[in-house]
């Protein structure tokens, strides 16, 4: 079965300092996509980073990281340089190549403190 | 020029009444989805839709009726609305390394 999971419901971080969100993943599945979304208390829900299963490089965007470890199952969020904007609850997810569903995590709620 | 728009963003109806959220996307994306947030944030996916048919409905009572008349609309049909029908509704579309999602609904039956 495919499960996503975000063992950290909560983080407080000092601004300007990096921020590192945890996800493991399961599935058999070889093709797969991970992704990050961030859901402000606004509520909507943004589209953060991408990374295929297949991909060498981990992704990158702007101050966003992912920090891919396919060995380990593990598709970490690095937010370097964290803002006080950057307070959301944060989600992993994936989808696999044979039935397109994407699947979240529970979500991390990460709070920066000024 | 919005990816993935939804429309109500907010919906209050009483119990009973039947409703219906609309979704459209401009970015010629082949899947389409509908997700529920519940109270807790727990993101769980209700129905996926490729090229306007059905892919996935994970379980959702009859009463929900996902329609989409063509590949950039997915609408969502909810007959004798429930109380714990109350949530966030959320559309999204999927091609690729791209997965986007619209503002959301928030329904409240009362």
């Known amino acids: 079965a495919q499960k996503i999971t975000q063992t950290q419901p909560g983080m407080f971080v000092q601004e300007k300092e990096a921020v590192t969100l945890d996800c493991t993943y399961d599935t058999s599945d070889p093709s797969y996509g991970l992704f990050w979304y961030k859901q402000p208390s606004s509520g909507e829900m943004i589209f953060l980073i991408y990374q295929g299963s297949y991909d060498q490089q981990n992704a990158t965007e702007g101050r966003y990281s992912l920090n891919f470890q396919k060995a380990r199952k593990s598709a970490n969020l690095v937010i370097s340089a964290s803002q006080l904007g950057d307070s959301a609850m944060y989600f992993c997810a994936m989808r696999v190549r044979r039935d397109d569903k994407i699947i979240f995590g529970k979500g991390t709620r990460l709070h920066i403190l000024p | 020029d919005t990816a993935v728009s939804q429309t109500p963003k907010y919906l209050v109806t009483q119990m009973g009444n039947d409703k219906s959220i609309k979704c459209e996307q401009n970015l010629g994306h082949d899947t389409m989805y509908w997700y529920k947030q519940d109270s807790k944030k727990f993101l769980k996916i209700m129905f996926s839709y490729n090229n306007k048919e059905l892919i996935i409905n994970e379980t959702v009572p009859n009463r929900f009726s996902p329609k989409s008349p063509d590949k950039a609309h997915l609408n969502l049909h909810i007959n004798s609305l429930e109380l714990g029908d109350s949530a966030v509704y959320f559309c999204?579309?999927?091609?690729?390394?791209?997965?986007?999602f619209g503002q959301g609904t928030r329904l409240t039956v009362v």
């Open positions: 999204a579309s999927s091609q690729g390394p791209e997965a986007f």
